[in-house]
């Protein structure tokens, strides 16, 4: 299922570079979400868009931000990385609407690691 | 502001054994649950939602608003359940219109045994 894309697979990077995570749907969805992973945590949200024109900040959006460059493109940030941003970020989608559309669509995950 | 605990980080089983996975919430309006799944090199997916209270491989999960509680049971383990298993919570409207935030758990690892 490719329906929700995200770029790079891993990445290995250093304190105070800037990254970028990229990703991509083909589903038609309006809404878009980050969250990162991390064990014991579970899964936690950073950003999230409702549209094009909506960007929202989560629980944990210090140190990041985002890009809705489409409907199909949400990009998260890493202005200036730190080792605590080790772990593993997933993009997601859903439809927005009644309860019968809240199912979220997750991509394959991005493992980052900062040295 | 709303909270899901999922009070087992591991839960080891034998196939053909019984096996719950438990999950509390604290929300204090009108909540819409779902157990979401990942198996080993696959993507997080929805397993099932309380709203649609059906079976999913064999699985089911009955909200207890009175309990604040939405474990997740199935009477037979199987060895293809092996995975990491998440709680989430969505806030929704008295209309049932989603405000989008998913809100999940620590997540259980479930491992049948062989």
């Known amino acids: 299922d490719a329906d929700v894309t995200q770029t790079p697979r891993n990445r290995i990077t250093k304190t105070g570079k800037r990254i970028m995570l990229e990703c991509s749907q083909t589903k038609g969805h309006d809404r878009m979400y980050w969250y990162r992973q991390d064990p014991g945590l579970g899964l936690r949200l950073i950003y999230y868009s409702f549209d094009v024109k909506d960007i929202n900040k989560g629980e944990i959006s210090d140190g990041y931000s985002v890009s809705r460059q489409a409907q199909a493109k949400f990009s998260l940030s890493l202005e200036s990385a730190i080792p605590n941003q080790t772990a593993l970020y997933f993009c997601a989608t859903s439809d927005g609407g009644t309860s019968s559309y809240n199912e979220q669509f997750f991509g394959p995950g991005t493992r980052l690691t900062v040295l | 502001a709303q909270r899901v605990t999922q009070p087992e980080k591991l839960l080891s089983v034998f196939k053909g054994a019984p096996v719950e996975l438990k999950c509390n919430y604290s929300?204090?309006?009108?909540?819409?649950l779902f157990w979401y799944v990942q198996y080993s090199r696959q993507r997080l997916q929805l397993l099932l939602r309380?709203?649609s209270r059906e079976s999913i491989k064999g699985f089911t999960a009955d909200l207890n608003k009175g309990e604040t509680s939405f474990h997740l049971k199935k009477p037979f383990a199987q060895e293809e359940d092996s995975a990491m298993y998440y709680c989430?919570?969505?806030?929704?409207?008295?209309?049932?219109?989603?405000?989008?935030?998913?809100?999940f758990g620590q997540g259980t690892i479930l491992t049948v045994h062989p």
């Open positions: 929300y204090s309006g009108s909540p819409e």
């Open positions: 989430a919570l969505i806030n929704t409207n008295a209309g049932g219109t989603s405000y989008g935030k998913l809100t």
């Open positions: 309380h709203i």
